[in-house]
């Protein structure tokens, strides 16, 4: 609880310019580098046995320090809030500013997680999908989550998912109902709903935690584009799955970074303005939709 408060109080610290804008101008949205702590991880099964055999009590293994850039809408709210996962190649201008300001015009609270600057790791993509070594993007992003919470302008049982391709994956990690017992999670805090960009829809669960909705590109050669399948309207037999596939659009069509020639590990990688800006259009009715934009 100590970590929650101090990660609280330099948060709202940080967002002094926020409270700065004049009333009768437009609203501007800053985005600010803040720093959190990634959740803990429980010590469990085998290895916690033996040490309860040997009279020592099984404890937590801490979570480290890491970054993130957090923009706050104008106001005081409480706001509803959206945790975001880039792609393992990192934060490219678009996740660490454009998004996160984009989102927070919206009306939510949002935080770009940085799993790799404090654990001095350079972001990068294997083929194998691991992760450098010390990176645990479900703490970082459960992390997020309890950051959040222990903020006054944020709504705490308001909180999504927008991951990109390798974050993508992490949400759909995340949307698995066991993944909540994975870290330590006093106050039971949960995600209610997740965006999915360009991520393997092969990884699309059953059942999933939260309702999902997935974006991905007919042409996409990364991950594959067959998803359709694992849509799943709104019903009494669990949360939603809703998919769109854009016809010949590639890999990372969202982020401008890749440009219209781009590649990753091989596969044809670009941006499609178009497609990139539809896809927002649908986050955002979707974020609406499934948080409840709840007034304060």
Known sequence: ??????????????????????????????????????????????????MRERGEEPKPTPGGGIEGHLAKPGGDGPFPAVVVLPDCIGLTPFIRETLTARLASWGYVTLVVDSWTTRQAQAGCFLNGQEPPGVDRVADAYGGLFSLAGLPFVQRDRV???????????????????????????ENLSFKGGVVYYAPCAELIQKPAFPLLILVGRDDQRTGAHCEEGARPTSTEGN????????????????????????ILGFPAAYDPKAAEDALARAHEFLDRTLGRKSP
């Open 1 to 50: 609880m100590r970590y929650l408060i101090g990660v609280a109080l330099g948060l709202v610290l940080a967002t002094g310019a926020w409270a700065q804008q004049s009333g009768s101008d437009p609203p501007r949205v800053a985005v600010e580098k803040v720093d959190l702590q990634a959740a803990a991880r429980p010590v469990g099964g085998l290895m916690a046995r033996r």
């Open 240 to 263: 939603p799955v809703e998919v769109h596939v854009y016809p010949g659009v590639k890999h990372g069509f969202a982020d401008p970074h890749w440009g219209p020639t781009g590649e």
């Open 160 to 186: 999504a998912l927008l991951g990109f391709a390798t974050g993508g994956v992490f949400v759909l990690t995340l949307a698995e109902p066991q993944t909540q017992s994975s870290v330590v999670n006093s």
